[in-house]
Each structure stands twice: as structure tokens, then as C-alpha cells.
């Protein structure tokens, strides 16, 4: 299976044997449509090139951190990023999107992304490429029924940046953010990947300062309160 012809060739690789690795990453190609597949084409000829050691690459790129906008709806005491609005042109998205058939892993981060005109055309489009893993950070205040539903179906993951887990911590440092708004969201969230039957994966990520960090044993209720797979 091409699995095994791809871990095989990197075993081969890191035992210094270039070329029997690059015979097993050949061997992918010889798999059902794989020869037409540009994503596997691609990926064949980046571990090929891996193996040669190129400098310069054909091959295009497989995974990608996407910072698209730094606006925000939020104005946290930590960060600053949200005093000078910026947002990635329509160029630059562009290619983005004809990068979509070679990559496997894409994240998305802000800002708060979701405030980006168009960005949910960009997430369905991705949805369309069954190899492309997408994840997307949000503060998730923005949320509603008809956006999760979107994100369920495309099956994207979430991170969602929360730095406390009492309403005066929380909105202490997420300035501009409501305590009760951020868990009614939480819970339209649980719901709905309860529904899916566990279609997508929900992370919790903060930032610890002297303003949270006697919360910290806290958090780890708060995310199994709301199912989150891992902080």
C-alpha cells in the first residue's frame, strides 16, 4: 500500500540509502491512479527530493501555517496584533488555494480568521480535497449554528484560544469578550460533534500569565466540562 511504500522509503533513507529509498517511493506510483494523482505525484517527488538532498525544489509545499489577518474582535491584554489591521490580499489567497491539491496539512490563524470576507468559500473549498487536513484557531465568540454546521461538514478542527475559565479571569484578559457568550458557543460546539459522531477534534489552548496561572488545575475541568479531546 502506498503507506507502507512511503514509510519503508523513509527507513531507507535515514539508513543512508538513498536509493533504494527512492525505488520505494517510485513504488506508490505504480498504485491503481496514483501516475494521474497530482497530490501523490507531488508528495513522491518531495521525498524524492528530500532524499537527494535538493536545495531547490519542484515539488510544491505540503503543509502550511496560514496567518492570513491580524483584525480581531477581541483586544486580549497579551497581544497586540489587533492595533494595526491587516488581512492578506486576494493574491496571496489565491495562491493559497492552488496550493490546495499538494497540501496535507493546513492552519489557519489570525486575528480571528473568521473575520476575513470570503474566508468560508476558502474553508469549503479546501473541504473538496479528501487529503487536505485543515485546522483553524478561533476565540469561537463568533460562532453560530449555520458556521458550525459548515465546520463540521468540512472536518475541521478547532483550536480555541480561552485563557480563563472563570467569567472575571476571562473577561479580564480577553477584552471585549463575553464569558457567558464563549461557553454557549462551547456547548453549540459539543452538541454538534456529539451528533457527527466525533466528525472533527476540539483543542484548548492558552496562554498562562500571573493573571491565569491559579486557574490552571481549573482548565482541565472546564475541558472535560466541554469535550475538548486535548489542552
Known amino acids: ?52 538532498k535538493k536545495i531547490i525544489l519542484e515539488s ?6 496560514a496567518m492570513i489577518l491580524n483584525k480581531c474582535n477581541l483586544s486580549c491584554i497579551m497581544c497586540h ?32 480568521v473568521l473575520l476575513m470576507k470570503g474566508f468560508d468559500d476558502i474553508l469549503q473549498e479546501a473541504s473538496r480535497h479528501k487529503h487536505l487536513k485543515q485546522v483553524l484557531f478561533t476565540n469561537g465568540l463568533i460562532f453560530n449554528e ?27 484578559i480577553r477584552k471585549g469578550g463575553k ?10 460546539i459539543k452538541q454538534a460533534k456529539q451528533a457527527s459522531g466525533g466528525k472533527i477534534e476540539t483543542y484548548f489552548n492558552s496562554i498562562i500569565m500571573k493573571s491565569n496561572c491559579r486557574e490552571i488545575e481549573k482548565f482541565v475541568d472546564f475541558a472535560k466540562e466541554y469535550n475538548f479531546n486535548a489542552m
Open 60 to 65: 510544491k509545499v505540503r503543509a502550511m501555517v
Open 146 to 172: 449555520k458556521i458550525i454546521e459548515r465546520i463540521i461538514n468540512a472536518r475541521i478542527d478547532i483550536v480555541f484560544s480561552i485563557d480563563g475559565v472563570t467569567k472575571e479571569t476571562y473577561e479580564h
Open 1 to 52: 500500500c502506498e503507506r507502507a511504500h512511503f514509510e519503508i522509503g523513509k527507513l531507507y533513507r535515514d539508513m543512508d540509502n538513498p536509493e533504494g529509498a527512492i525505488k520505494e517511493f517510485n513504488k506508490v506510483l505504480s498504485i491503481g491512479g496514483n501516475n494521474h494523482d497530482p497530490f501523490i505525484k507531488n508528495k513522491v517527488l518531495n521525498e524524492i527530493e528530500i532524499t537527494r
Open 179 to 188: 464569558f457567558e457568550h464563549m461557553t454557549r458557543n462551547l456547548n453549540l
Open 81 to 112: 496584533i489587533w492595533e494595526s489591521p491587516w488581512q492578506a490580499s486576494e493574491k496571496t489567497m489565491g495562491e493559497i488555494v492552488n496550493l490546495f491539491p499538494y497540501i496535507e496539512d493546513m492552519v489557519w490563524e489570525g486575528g480571528e
